[in-house]
């Protein structure tokens, strides 16, 4: 059974950094495309970045530079390192793999982990 | 990069069909075949309904179905029943880094 399990959201301040971590059972990361989708409360859906299984990685224009994806074939997890955080990076943070027959879509997702960014 | 453009809430009644749209750029939508949407109760994880324009996954009812005409796609949900009250959101791929989500539209039943 495919499972991704986020952990890693907390309060900091404005300014400070943070790492989310997704640990997955039932595949491996490595041959998975992994995002990070986000929604802050009482918005939309926001994707955020994605590692290809290639090691190839993107990111939305409004985390570049400030977001770095990851992962760890050992330990079978993708983490998102979070720095120079903003209030508006306030939301929930879903990991999500793709489906076999389609990369570009997001078929499994975690329960997310909540980030509050605020003085 | 712009979020693709969806109508902020549509509405039917229990048995009717309601469309939803979702309109890009030739750099998204018009540009690939690459369109997915999602499902969203209050407080749960998005559901995936479509990937690829039309195509269902294993599991979801054939009262969702999808199109794709130029820029814009579609979600057509026939036979609505009460449990489809939700938020629903579309993807595409875009060649700009590789995915934009939908402003997203709530389903109301009345």
């Known amino acids: 059974e495919v499972q991704l399990v986020e952990s890693g959201g907390g309060l900091v301040q404005p300014g400070g950094s943070l790492r989310l971590s997704c640990a997955v059972s039932g595949f491996a990361v490595r041959s998975q495309y992994m995002s990070w989708v986000r929604q802050a409360p009482g918005k939309g859906l926001e994707w955020v970045s994605v590692i290809y299984t290639a090691g190839t990685t993107y990111y939305a224009d409004s985390v570049k530079g400030r977001f770095t994806i990851s992962r760890d074939n050992s330990k079978n997890t993708v983490s998102l390192q979070i720095h120079n955080l903003r209030v508006e990076d306030t939301a929930i943070y879903y990991c999500?793999?793709?489906?076999?027959?389609?990369?570009?879509?997001?078929?499994?997702w975690g329960q997310g982990t909540l980030v509050t960014v605020s003085s | 990069q712009s979020a693709l453009t969806q109508p902020a809430s549509v509405s039917g009644s229990p048995g009717q069909s309601i469309t939803i749209s979702c309109t890009g750029t030739s750099s998204d939508i018009g540009g690939y075949s690459y369109v997915s949407w999602y499902q969203q109760h209050p407080g749960k994880v998005p559901k995936l309904l479509i990937f690829e324009v039309n195509n269902r996954p294993s599991g979801v009812s054939d009262r969702f179905s999808g199109s794709e005409s130029g820029n814009t796609a579609s979600l057509i949900i026939s036979g609505l029943q009460a449990e489809d009250a939700a938020d629903y959101y579309c993807?595409?791929?875009?060649?700009?880094?590789?995915?934009?989500f939908g402003t997203g539209t709530r389903v109301t039943v009345l």
């Open positions: 993807s595409s791929y875009t060649n700009r880094n590789f995915l934009v």
């Open positions: 999500a793999r793709d489906i076999d027959e389609a990369v570009t879509t997001l078929g499994f």
